[in-house]
């Protein structure tokens, strides 16, 4: 059983930047991916970015080139570094648990429940 708590969301210009941080808790920390999911209002999850148990990061094509995946699995935190911001990037950001996938692996398009452990979500609004 994992426990994810994001922070570090807010209220930023277009342009701007944000890093987000998933505190995660619990048995085996560094056996999972760690993946970031949006929710627009009205819209479904979209994969963001993910990093799988040994640090290799993988990118949704609209932002490979703005934003960052890292874990640090001696504090048991991941973090999405995010870069000149856009509109678009608006939504609810989680971070969520997938165990023991693939070596070197995760995915930002999981099969239902393939990320078994989900935080609660922290808001990022992109403002014009």
């Known amino acids: 059983q994992l426990h994810l708590v994001e922070s570090g969301g807010g209220l930023v210009q277009f342009g701007g930047s944000l890093r987000l941080s998933c505190e995660i808790s619990g048995f085996r920390v560094g056996d999972y991916a760690i993946g970031w999911f949006r929710q627009a209002p009205g819209k479904g999850y979209v994969g963001v970015a993910c990093v799988s148990p040994t640090g290799v990061g993988y990118y949704g094509d609209s932002v490979k080139d703005r934003f960052s995946i890292s874990r640090d699995n001696s504090k048991n935190m991941a973090y999405l570094q995010m870069e000149d911001l856009k509109s678009e990037d608006t939504g609810v950001y989680y971070c969520?648990?997938?165990?023991?996938?693939?070596?070197?692996?995760?995915?930002?398009?999981?099969?239902?429940?393939?990320?078994?452990?989900w935080g609660q979500g922290t808001q990022v609004t992109v403002s014009p």
């Open positions: 969520a648990a997938n165990w023991n996938p693939p070596p070197e692996t995760c995915t930002i398009q999981p099969r239902p429940g393939q990320y078994e452990y």
